[in-house]
C-alpha cells in the first residue's frame, strides 16, 4: 500500500508509460514489472474514447504501436480490444491489449502511485475530467494520483470537478509540436498548479529556485541518465519521470 503521504520528504521515481524498455508502454505487462521491481510510481497518459470510457495510450492514433491508423477518440472500447498492442515488443507479447484506466486501477489499486496525464486537444473536457475523477473515488486513490497535461484547460476543468482535491499541473517542452505559449509553462497560469513538469532541457537552478520559493513541486522529465538524477535529486526535486526506472534505482537515490 502505497500513498504521496509515504514522500513527504523524500523524491519519487516514476516509469514513463512504466517498464517501457521490458515491455509494451502504457499496459498492465509494463506496470506490473513496476510493481515486481519496486518502481513506485508510473506516468501514464488517458483519452477519453468515442464509447465513453478512458483508455491508457500516449498517442492520438494507433499507428505508431499497431500500424493500423485509427483516431483514438474516433473509437469505441470493443474496437479498441481488437488491437495488440504488444506483438512490436516481441511475440511473448502478443495480444496485449490497451488497457482501459479502470483496468489499471483494479489491477494495481493503491500498490502504485500515478501520474496520469490528460491527452486532450479539445477545449471542452468536462466529460473526461468528470470520469477520471470518478474513477479516482470509486478506487479511493485519492492520495495516490496527480494529474497534468499540455493542455491547460484540460487541467483547470479537472480542478473545477475534484475542488482542488488532488496535486495537478502543467506539462510543458521545447518541442516544436507543442503551442508557443504553451512551451514555457505559461498554462499554469490558468489555474492553481501545486505541480510544475518540466522537460528536464528546460531546467535551470534559477527555475529550481523559483517554484521552490512558491512551494510548487518540480517533477521533470526524462531523466534517463544517472548523473542528473543524482544532482536533480539533491536540488530537492519532487520526483523524477525516466524511461529507465531499472537502471536510476540502482543509485539508490530512492530508497523507501
Known sequence: MRSFYQYKDKPILFAHRGMNSYAPENTLPAFQLCLDNNIPAIELDVHLI??????????????????????????????????????????????????????????????????????????????????????IRKYKLEFNVIITSFNPIAVRAFEKVSHHSLLQGIIFSKDKSVPFYLRKGYGQYLFQCNISKPEVNLLTNNMIQRYQEKGTKLLPWCIDDENKAIELVNKNVFGIVTNVPELIVKTNLFKQ
Request: proline share 1%; glycine share 4%; hydrophobic share 35%.
Open 50 to 135: 468515442k464509447s465513453g470510457e478512458l483508455v491508457v495510450i500516449h498517442d492520438f492514433s494507433t499507428k505508431r504501436l499497431t500500424n493500423k491508423d485509427y483516431k483514438i477518440e474516433n473509437l469505441t472500447l470493443s474496437e479498441i480490444k481488437e488491437l495488440d498492442v504488444g506483438i512490436y515488443k516481441g511475440e511473448q507479447f502478443k495480444n496485449t491489449r490497451i488497457p482501459t484506466l479502470e483496468e489499471v486501477f483494479q489491477s494495481f489499486s493503491n500498490n502504485l502511485l500515478y501520474d496520469i496525464e490528460i491527452k486532450s486537444n479539445l477545449v471542452n473536457n468536462n466529460i473526461l475530467a468528470k470520469k477520471l475523477w470518478a474513477l
